[in-house]
């Protein structure tokens, strides 16, 4: 099962919200009249007393005490409800699970997600509250797909809303245009079986990875993308499940758009690289 992270998060964020604001309204006055009444208690006190002076420290201190909560809530809140804003709203980190964006990403690759460019959106409930600019051909995007509605997914836009879709021999067709396609490399070159090539997406040029054969996804399909749905494919065409098998992604899931790669770590027991740095194209 998915966690749920910005759930968690937007949940962490209001409990010691509330905890830290019901401690301003209400405890922290009352710490302050015991204070108050400490000070009272030892006013008038000889500086050269020194166990007297260390009764009232004593009793200043346990006075001012703040309850543990109240501690964890006042130092937790302003780090936790930076993070919110910031993933939220302005850039979001991403590791890549699978091999279905190679060669363009690959699997361990840490990316950013830019969350605004396609419109500032409420967490959790994905309401969007602000409109910016839409999802261009050729942009990779992240996403929640029709059939896991609460997983990340990250394509590539091939489809706009209103295209018509052909994909026959691992070629694309966009509204009855060839998106061109460059041979980079046949491997492995003793017996090739699958191909690197360049794609062209009316000037977005990318890399990408199709085999020899095609796969069952890239022989032959027609589709035509709805109003406000985007057609989503994975750059390694005959090893990603994208919207040739699942269908257009619908505009209210959209979460946003891949921008940079800052780090590359495999697993846990590999070290870090950050040889991959760099923008996402």
């Known amino acids: 099962m998915d966690i749920n992270f910005p759930l968690i998060l937007v949940v962490l964020v209001f409990l010691s919200g509330i ?6 309204l209400l405890l922290a006055k009352k710490r302050q009249l015991a204070v108050n009444a400490v000070e ?41 409800f930076i993070v919110l804003v910031l993933r939220s709203f302005l850039v979001e980190p991403f590791q890549i699970p699978s091999a279905s964006m190679v060669p363009t990403l690959q699997i361990g690759d840490f990316i950013l997600v830019n969350k605004y460019t396609y419109g500032i959106r409420l967490p959790v409930v994905r309401t969007k509250v602000l409109d910016i600019n839409e999802p261009q051909r050729g942009d990779v995007m ?23 879709i052909r994909y026959i021999n691992n070629v694309l067709y966009v509204n009855g ?19 690197l090539m360049e794609e062209n997406l009316e000037g977005v ?12 996804l890239s022989v032959n399909g027609s589709w035509v993308v709805p109003e406000g749905h985007y057609f989503m494919m994975g750059d390694n065409r005959d090893n990603s499940s994208d919207s040739r098998d699942w269908g257009p992604v619908p505009e209210k899931d959209i979460v946003g758009k891949a921008f940079g790669i800052w780090m590359h770590w495999e697993s846990l027991f590999s070290l870090p690289s950050f040889s991959r740095v760099g923008a996402i194209q």
Do not use: C
């Not at 992240?142 to 018509?164: A, S, W």
């Open 19 to 24: 905890i830290w604001l019901f401690d301003w």
């Open 40 to 80: 009272s208690q030892f006013a008038g006190l000889d500086i050269d007393d020194k166990e007297r002076q260390n009764a009232f420290a004593a009793a200043r201190s346990a006075a001012e005490k703040e309850p543990v909560a109240v501690e964890y809530a006042k130092s937790f809140f302003p780090v936790l």
């Open 142 to 164: 992240v996403f929640f797909p029709p059939h896991k509605p609460d997983t990340y997914f990250i394509k590539r836009v091939v489809g706009l809303p209103g295209d018509e």
């Open 177 to 195: 245009e060839k998106m061109p396609q460059k041979l980079v490399a046949a491997l492995p070159p003793a017996n090739p079986k699958y191909q």
């Open 205 to 216: 040029a990318h890399a990408m990875r199709k085999h020899i054969v095609p796969g069952r």
